[in-house]
């Protein structure tokens, strides 16, 4: 008879599942990519599970409170988790920011990986979500550094003018994450700063890994 503790050792390791919060424009996402490559991860965004506005009309749509935690479909978000935990794939949501809307009909196939990072100014809000984390990071930095590194990206990415990144950071993102991003710090594992040097906070995160017996299989 095989040798039970053999047979075990053959089957799929559950992921380390790693959660990045922060305010936006506070180096999460550029934390999250390094950390990605470091580890060969999965990396996923919660930018991608934004709530599909294709009901609205266009000038509505731009209206809305895309920082509040209800803008986003967190429930999928939970189960595409889960999916992945268990060496799944899945189809995650294609999402297109100058629209507001999901890209009908097409997703993206993800596959899991030893390692999958949940990366968004939210991943620690949600309470369905914090337990499926093994570790948890959040990333702080003062807010002006914030929104010019937030108004570079969506006049960059996101087709936005400066003037209106202003006012929505003012209108909706500094009051939500008052509300709900700083106090989840509060849940993270470590607190790194998003204005320390990239490998200064990669170090301490991976350090304290470590310490905790977290990377032993990867």
Known sequence: MPDQHAQQL??????????????SGSGKTTLARELTTQFNATLLPL???????SHLPPAERALQNFDHPDSLEHTLLVEHINT??????????????????????????IHPAPVLIVEGILALH???LRPLYDFSIY?????KICLNRRIYRDMRERGRTEESVRAQFEATAKPMADLYVLPSAAHASIIVEGTDA????????????????LTRNL
């Open 84 to 109: 992945l935990a268990n060496n799944q794939p899945i189809e995650r949501p294609i999402y297109d920011f100058a629209t507001h809307t999901r890209i009908p009909n097409r997703t993206e196939t």
């Open 10 to 23: 053959l089957l799929p390791q559950r992921p380390l599942i790693l959660g990045i919060a922060g305010c």
């Open 126 to 128: 949600y309470e369905r």
């Open 139 to 143: 990333v702080n930095a003062p807010n």
């Open 47 to 53: 930018d991608f599970y934004y709530t599909c506005l």
């Open 198 to 213: 990239l490998d200064w906070s990669v170090e301490q995160i991976l350090k304290r890994l470590h310490q905790l017996n």
